[in-house]
């Protein structure tokens, strides 16, 4: 049922969608696609592909540099967007890699644009999805400039927590994570030593475990405090819009 997917549950955090607004999201589903870990789904540099819909699975978002060092822009979860702002900018600004294998639905740009036709509503609220994930990336580069090794991690898994908790697959217990500790480096701008070195302050600390594929918050309230995590910047509250 499409009132219960991860899209749903996302956006309906901005728009409380209705049964005609739900209905137009059902109509894009209809090109279901499956991509295995590690494969490319979109290039940088590619021109004239589709936008996609991550149903199950996660993937990163990256940037490649000519001397082969990558810097990961982000991870994907159920309910994101993949390559939306390419499709709309016609050529790919970075490459997305599935981290496990997923299933995607593909959206061509027409049908996405006849959506926002038929619903405007539905377009405020993809609109009020972007605005939330630049709003994300804003964070990162504080992450990276002005943040500490161990407080950059820990900001990075509460915000993590509390977009799955956003889709319902997470909550301030902890959340199932298939990250590698070298997609962390490059996602943080450590060493994958330096990401091992991190994560044990933050165990030892009795804050937060990471292990075995599962991120464990110890003391949920001392990891907010001393990561200075605000969770106002990812709009979460409830819908604006009835």
């Excluded at 709309?88 to 639905?105: A, C, G, K, Q």
């Excluded at 959506?115 to 999805?129: I, S, Y």
Aim: overall charge negative.
């Amino acid at each position: 049922m499409i009132d219960n997917t991860p899209l749903v549950r996302k956006l309906g955090a901005f728009v409380a969608l209705s049964d005609p607004e739900l209905s137009v999201l059902a109509s894009l589903h209809k090109r279901r696609r499956t991509f295995v870990a590690g494969r490319d789904l979109v290039h940088q540099g590619q021109s004239d592909q589709a936008a996609y819909i991550l149903a199950s699975g996660w993937a990163c978002s990256y940037k490649l540099l000519e001397d082969g060092q990558r810097q990961i822009v982000d991870f994907q979860i159920p309910g994101d967007f993949l390559g939306l702002r390419s499709v709309l900018l016609n050529v790919s600004d970075h490459s997305i890699e599935p981290v496990t294998d997923v299933e995607v639905t593909e959206i061509l740009v027409t049908d996405l644009l006849n959506a926002f036709a038929q619903t405007p509503r539905l377009a405020t609220a993809v609109l009020w999805a972007a605005s939330r994930d630049e709003a994300m990336v804003v964070e990162h580069l504080v992450d990276l400039g002005r943040r500490d090794a161990a407080e950059r991690m820990a900001h990075f898994l509460l915000e993590l927590g509390a977009r799955l908790a956003l889709v319902g697959l997470g909550s301030k217990g902890g959340y199932a994570c298939p990250l590698t500790q070298y997609l962390l480096a490059d996602a943080l701008g450590l060493s994958a030593v330096h990401v091992n070195r991190v994560l044990r302050q933050l165990r030892e600390a009795e804050m937060v475990t990471f292990r075995d594929g599962f991120v464990a918050f110890d003391n949920y309230d001392q990891l907010v405090n001393f990561a200075g995590f605000e969770l106002s910047y990812m709009d979460q509250k409830g819908p604006l819009l009835r």
